[in-house]
T-cell receptor, first 112, second 111 residues
Framework: DQQVKQNSPSLSVQEGRISILNCDYT??????FLWYKKYPAEGPTFLISISSIKDKNEDGRFTVFLNKSAKHLSLHIVPSQPGDSAVYFC???????????FGKGTRLHILP | DTEVTQTPKHLVMGMTNKKSLKCEQHMGHRAMYWYKQKAKKPPELMFVYSYEKLSINESVPSRFSPECPNSSLLNLHLHALQPEDSALYLCATKDQNNEQFFGPGTRLTVL
């Protein structure tokens, strides 16, 4: 049973445009959400997070939106840059638990 | 020091070998993790240590044996592995804000 779902395996976006990566979750106990970026042959790097008490968190070009009623979050990258080409993982955790559940990832290609 | 280090970067071992993967952090994070990651898949949780005690074991086969000698170190002892155990093994820590910091990983190949 997949508790964190990233239904788009890949996404291509023109450089300079907005990239929107989506994530859905099923477990209502999740109250903290994270996005990670991963380049090939490297460990994931933390990008941005959001607590369930918020609906938006912004950090530079990256903004995460949370819609709790829809159990949906999205990562917006604007403007998209070539270095943003990577696999992006959505992850979630119940705050009192050490377990972090990852989605399957979305491969983002930024086109020149 | 805000990073997680892992050694070795690459490891090739036979099915009868015994080897160990090492992970080190000096950020004072109390939770440390081992993940296994196959190509094009998300990290798969193996073990979690909290305050140097094993708190989560995701039904990992006994040929993988974790050890946490102190709050800065995490080892993964490997014995009698199978070729399908070849993967990228990632160590991670988690801070009080629930942010996880990953090491660069050890690329393991079992022949």
């Amino acid at each position: 049973d997949q508790q964190v779902k990233q239904n788009s395996p890949s996404l291509s976006v023109q450089e300079g445009r907005i990239s929107i990566l989506n994530c859905d979750y099923t477990n209502s106990m999740f109250d903290y959400f994270l996005w990670y970026k991963k380049y090939p042959a490297e460990g994931p790097t933390f990008l941005i997070s959001i607590s369930s008490i918020k609906d938006k968190n912004e950090d530079g070009r990256f903004t995460v939106f949370l819609n709790k009623s829809a159990k949906h979050l999205s990562l917006h990258i604007v403007p998209s840059q070539p270095g943003d080409s990577a696999v992006y993982f959505c992850a979630a955790t119940p705050n009192r638990d050490d377990k972090i559940i990852f989605g399957k990832g979305t491969r983002l290609h930024i086109l020149p | 020091d805000t990073e997680v280090t892992q050694t070795p970067k690459h490891l090739v071992m036979g099915m009868t070998n015994k080897k160990s993967l090492k992970c080190e952090q000096h950020m004072g994070h109390r939770a440390m993790y081992w993940y296994k990651q196959k190509a094009k898949k998300p990290p798969e949780l193996m073990f979690v240590y909290s305050y140097e005690k094993l708190s989560i074991n995701e039904s990992v086969p006994s040929r993988f044996s974790p050890e946490c000698p102190n709050s800065s170190l995490l080892n993964l002892h490997l014995h009698a592995l199978q070729p399908e155990d070849s993967a990228l093994y990632l160590c991670a820590t988690k801070d009080q804000n629930n942010e996880q910091f990953f090491g660069p990983g050890t690329r393991l190949t079992v022949l």
